[in-house]
């Protein structure tokens, strides 16, 4: 789930009173988006962790010491060692309304500004000095976004002002004069506010329309302003008063949110600190068990899947080796137009030999029609059987692809590392018609999940899609022909695209690039994996086939033992 500004103003607040005025220890990188700071403060250490993860980016406090998990620390981790240790921790800020959390700190170098911006799929980590940036975490060149660079030695640009409305300042008439303007009636009210009102996140939407109607996907057309307003103000005003109140919200004992008010649509449990509530949720999906209970019924889903395609695939293949019953009925026919002149009326069944070497045939008759017309219904039965058996090369060939995607989907499933990725799965399993039982709502609010964009040590732009659904984006929307594309030979996997900028791509980058690829695969266990690559313009979508399903041409392959993203930095 995505953080939102008020749990990143709680965390303001926490930082202030715990570390603000301390000194900074060290600087850990903690992983490929995310860095770690040990500040002393008030006679203890305290740990700050600032992640940049697309889907996830968050700022909290860890309850326990950082760990370094990169066999390389990263440029942003480089030059934070360079200027920041001993350095003061002078301010900490939150831009108004913004999902972005500001600390200051003075060293002997001068002032430093390192700024989380923790927006989803645009999440970032900068160090800059003076307004100009020194370096992030993830580098944003002009191909990705014109109005917002977001790289060394350029000038720092904040994100643009919102044009949305104060909660405080919203009326049940303006309220209403919202619901009354949307396009839409029937589009669920949780959608609506947080395009139209400051600081109103997905999560924060769904509360409130569950306050106002018990129901957290009511629809427009269902939802009262009166009660919607009464709604917002209870949940908001103690906010804006800045009465935090964190917690973690769960389905069924497994976490699936958290906040810093109190989610009435969930099973609500209280956490004395905002980074308590944060630590304890991630480190809830990411502990084996939780994780295993929170797969399980999407993979029982796919285990149903995958028995009844095979079985699909059993019987149709079944069909296209039994030629024996179709030349039967053939036969049938024409025998009961031989001896049609020695079929007497009501006869139920005729015997006859229609080769002299083989067994006699018995075949049934309807009493109630005319030998001619019982003839007449064997060649329907045997043209339209034939046809049928025409047609089973398509089926088996879609079954076979089907069950490729569900590979793939299993694949997924076990790569998922959060609770977007394993809705990911679900929501593929249920479009394709493989979910038995009640329809899944969409996890998240109607987050999605992005691939993941590493920056090379180079300046080489890297995106890895995790799952189907964002390898479709990474190598159709992302990428463009002259690109390079890898992925797992034979094997059910992540597309990694090399973004090509004009320079010659060096081949040590693609063995690191395919390293990733077959990490991201099945092959993630095997002490060397083959890896296939190509340039995007010869990869081609496969016709019926799910999410991220290709076909591609002008492969070459390389051998390397796989890797996680960290090498590329």
Not at 160 to 165: K, W
Not at 206 to 214: C, D, L, N, P, Y
Not at 218 to 247: F, K, S
Not at 280 to 308: C, I, M, S, V
């Amino acid at each position: 789930m995505a953080i939102d500004v008020f749990t990143i103003s709680a965390i303001a607040d926490e930082l202030r009173a715990s570390v603000l005025g301390g000194r900074l220890q060290a600087v850990i990188d903690v992983d490929a988006l995310g860095i770690g700071f040990e500040l002393y403060a008030r006679g203890k250490r305290h740990y700050l962790y600032l992640s940049a993860e697309p889907a996830q980016p968050r700022a909290h406090l860890s309850p326990g010491k950082l760990r370094r998990a990169l066999p390389k620390p990263t440029q942003l981790g480089l030059l934070c060692r360079k200027y920041l240790p001993g350095a003061a921790l002078v301010a900490i800020s939150q831009p108004a309304w913004e999902r972005a959390l500001e600390l200051q700190f003075e060293s002997a170098d001068g002032s430093f500004r390192l700024i989380a911006e923790l927006i989803p799929r645009r999440a970032n980590v900068l160090l800059l000095q003076d307004g100009q940036i020194l370096d992030c975490i993830k580098r944003v060149g002009p191909e990705e976004n014109r109005y917002r660079l977001s790289l060394p030695n350029h000038k720092y640009v904040p994100p643009p002002a919102r044009d949305q409305a104060h909660p405080a300042a919203l009326s049940a008439a303006d309220l209403a004069a919202m619901l009354d303007s949307a396009q839409k009636p029937s589009m669920q009210t949780r959608r609506l506010l947080p395009a139209k009102i400051l600081g109103i996140g997905p999560l924060m939407a769904k509360e409130i329309v569950f306050r106002a109607t018990g129901d957290s996907a009511a629809r427009i057309e269902n939802t009262a302003a009166d009660a919607l307003h009464a709604a917002m103000r209870a949940l908001v005003m103690p906010l804006l008063d800045r009465r935090w109140q964190p917690g973690i919200g769960s389905l069924g004992g497994l976490p699936v949110a958290y906040s810093v008010f109190p989610l009435s649509h969930l099973q609500w449990q209280a956490r004395p600190t905002a980074s308590a509530a944060v630590s304890e949720f991630y480190a809830a999906l990411q502990g084996d068990d939780a994780y295993h209970k929170a797969k399980q019924p999407t993979a029982a889903a796919l285990d149903g899947a995958e028995a009844r395609l095979n079985a699909k695939l059993a019987s149709l293949q079944a069909g296209l080796k039994d030629d024996s019953a179709l030349e039967k009925i053939k036969q049938s026919g024409e025998l009961i137009l031989a001896y049609q002149y020695a079929i007497s009326a009501g006869q139920t069944e005729l015997s006859a030999y229609y080769d002299a070497d083989a067994a006699e045939l018995r075949i049934p008759l309807d009493a109630a029609r005319s030998p001619l017309e019982n003839a007449q219904a064997y060649f329907r039965r045997y043209e339209k059987a034939k046809s049928a058996r025409a047609a089973l090369p398509a089926l088996i060939a879609e079954t076979e692809l089907e069950l490729r995607y569900i590979a793939q989907l299993r694949a997924d499933l076990a790569l998922a590392r959060n609770w977007l990725e394993i809705d990911d799965v679900l929501q593929a399993l249920q479009a394709r018609g493989h979910w038995r039982g009640p329809r899944q709502k969409r996890l998240g609010g109607g987050e999605r999940s992005g691939p993941l964009r590493v920056v090379s040590r180079d300046g080489y732009v890297i995106w890895v899609g995790r799952n189907s659904r964002q390898n479709e984006i990474v190598t159709f929307k992302k990428a463009n022909g002259q690109d390079i594309w890898l992925h797992a030979r034979d094997a059910p996997g992540a597309h990694v695209v090399i973004r090509n900028d004009g320079r010659r791509i060096p081949e040590s980058l693609i063995a690191e690039a395919a390293a990733v690829a077959a990490w991201y695969s099945s092959l993630r266990a095997e002490a060397r994996a083959q890896v296939d690559y190509t340039r995007v313009k010869y990869v081609r979508a496969v016709k019926g086939g799910g999410a991220g399903m290709v076909t591609f041409r002008n492969e070459k392959s390389i051998f390397v033992a796989p890797r996680a993203e960290a090498v590329l930095s």
